[in-house]
């Protein structure tokens, strides 16, 4: 149920896991017929990517994709309304894979659910994409896909962690908790806060009454403002209900990405520079009633991609840019080991 403490150790073990450890370049390279190109976690800190040229082709667009993605929601209801089945991986015991329904045909996406000590309800993911440009792949996404899972399943049925290291570089805000400055932003706000968070990496926490309410208010997922902090993480995402008070509108969004430095934009029409607590970042000042700020959690960590280095961001949306721009140096505050 919300709020239960095995939702809350749920999201702690689901951020403990490594989905760069899950993909592996040359068996990637093997699976499509290719290269491996690039290996690169993100946007979602929760999801990775090995881009693979297959034999003769040296664009980008050309390449196949495999994605692994820590997080996502699967139980026992996926199957029963058929939107997937059983993929038997050689080597991998029975029911340890699921197929779900492509209606593309140029995409596959196969999901291994994940023990009890995840919680209930969530698997990782693989997913292959042909050329972004084919007009039909040059071989069935789902052949890939088993290939790929065949010779890597022993990743997939006993998954590493950030902690295993099998990875480079760490990214330590992806071990980090969007929602673990809910009780500090109320404080900011002055007003009593709720965190209703929507992935792994992306909190809403709203507005649900005056500074000091203490009452408990139903699907509470964080310490409100006013009230003693536990070490309870946030459970799995919810919404506010509808006609409650407390909307998104009224409250904030923080979020962890790993993306190009803000501090690397170029000034826009609405987009300007911003300094938070000695951090050089972004203001989005474009969207009609929120403004954006975006800051780097550090400059020592990057990751290079083909586009240039990626870092990582630390994202707050709000009514107003001063807010916007408070609330961002909260949230930096509370993050640790940076």
Same mark, same amino acid.
């Given at each position: 149920?919300?709020?239960?403490? +095995?939702?809350?150790?749920?999201?702690?073990? $689901?951020?403990?896991?490594?989905?760069?450890?899950?993909?592996?370049?040359?068996?990637?390279?093997?699976?499509?017929?290719?290269?491996?190109?690039?290996?690169?976690?993100?946007?979602?800190?929760?999801?990775?990517?090995?881009?693979?040229?297959?034999?003769?082709?040296?664009?980008?667009?050309?390449?196949?994709?495999?994605?692994?993605?820590?997080?996502?929601?699967?139980?026992?209801?996926? @199957?029963?309304?058929?939107?997937? !089945?059983?993929?038997? #991986?050689?080597?991998?015991?029975?029911?340890?894979?699921?197929?779900?329904?492509?209606?593309?045909?140029?995409?596959?996406?196969?999901?291994?659910?994940?023990?009890?000590?995840?919680?209930?309800?969530?698997?990782?993911?693989?997913?292959?994409?042909?050329? #972004?440009?084919?007009?039909? *792949?040059? %071989?069935?996404?789902?052949?890939?896909?088993?290939?790929?899972?065949?010779?890597? =399943? /022993?990743?997939?049925? %006993?998954?590493?962690?950030?902690?295993? !290291?099998?990875?480079?570089?760490?990214?330590?805000?992806?071990?980090?908790?969007?929602?673990?400055?809910?009780?500090?932003?109320?404080?900011?706000?002055?007003?009593?806060?709720?965190?209703?968070?929507?992935?792994?990496?992306?909190?809403? #926490?709203?507005?649900?009454?005056?500074?000091?309410?203490?009452?408990?208010?139903?699907?509470?997922? =964080?310490?409100?403002?006013?009230? +003693? *902090?536990?070490?309870?993480?946030?459970?799995?995402?919810?919404?506010?209900?509808?006609?409650?008070?407390?909307?998104?509108?009224?409250?904030?969004?923080?979020?962890?990405?790993?993306?190009?430095?803000?501090?690397?934009?170029?000034?826009?029409?609405?987009?300007?520079?911003?300094? @938070?607590?000695?951090?050089?970042?972004? $203001?989005?000042?474009?969207?009609?009633?929120?403004?954006?700020?975006?800051?780097? +959690?550090?400059?020592?960590?990057?990751?290079?991609?083909? /586009?240039?280095?990626?870092?990582?961001?630390?994202?707050?949306?709000?009514?107003?840019?001063?807010?916007?721009?408070?609330?961002? =140096?909260?949230?930096?505050?509370?993050?640790?080991?940076?």
């Amino acid at each position: 149920m919300p709020g239960s403490e +095995a939702d809350a150790e749920a999201y702690r073990a $689901l951020r403990r896991l490594d989905p760069c450890a899950l993909l592996h370049p040359e068996a990637g390279a093997s699976a499509v017929g290719g290269t491996a190109d690039q290996l690169v976690p993100g946007p979602d800190p929760a999801e990775c990517t090995l881009d693979v040229l297959p034999e003769g082709a040296k664009s980008s667009v050309d390449a196949w994709t495999v994605t692994a993605e820590v997080g996502v929601s699967f139980d026992d209801s996926d @199957i029963e309304l058929g939107g997937v !089945k059983p993929q038997p #991986i050689p080597g991998a015991p029975n029911n340890s894979f699921y197929q779900e329904e492509s209606y593309s045909g140029s995409d596959c996406t196969i999901v291994r659910p994940l023990d009890n000590q995840y919680g209930d309800g969530y698997a990782i993911e693989l997913e292959v994409q042909a050329p #972004i440009l084919a007009e039909t *792949p040059s %071989q069935p996404p789902c052949d890939v896909a088993i290939r790929y899972l065949q010779s890597t =399943a /022993d990743r997939w049925l %006993q998954p590493a962690t950030r902690s295993d !290291k099998l990875t480079e570089p760490r990214l330590p805000l992806a071990e980090q908790d969007p929602c673990a400055a809910t009780t500090a932003i109320g404080d900011a706000l002055g007003k009593e806060v709720r965190a209703t968070p929507e992935a792994l990496y992306t909190c809403q #926490i709203v507005i649900t009454g005056p500074a000091g309410d203490t009452t408990d208010h139903p699907g509470d997922t =964080a310490p409100s403002a006013g009230r +003693a *902090p536990s070490d309870t993480a946030p459970t799995k995402p919810t919404r506010p209900t509808p006609g409650d008070p407390a909307t998104a509108e009224e409250g904030v969004e923080v979020r962890f990405t790993i993306t190009g430095d803000p501090a690397s934009r170029e000034p826009s029409n609405g987009v300007e520079p911003v300094t @938070i607590a000695g951090h050089v970042g972004s $203001l989005d000042r474009s969207l009609t009633d929120k403004c954006v700020v975006q800051i780097a +959690a550090t400059d020592t960590v990057t990751v290079d991609t083909r /586009d240039g280095e990626s870092v990582q961001v630390i994202g707050v949306m709000a009514p107003s840019c001063e807010t916007a721009q408070q609330l961002a =140096a909260t949230v930096l505050d509370t993050v640790t080991d940076r």
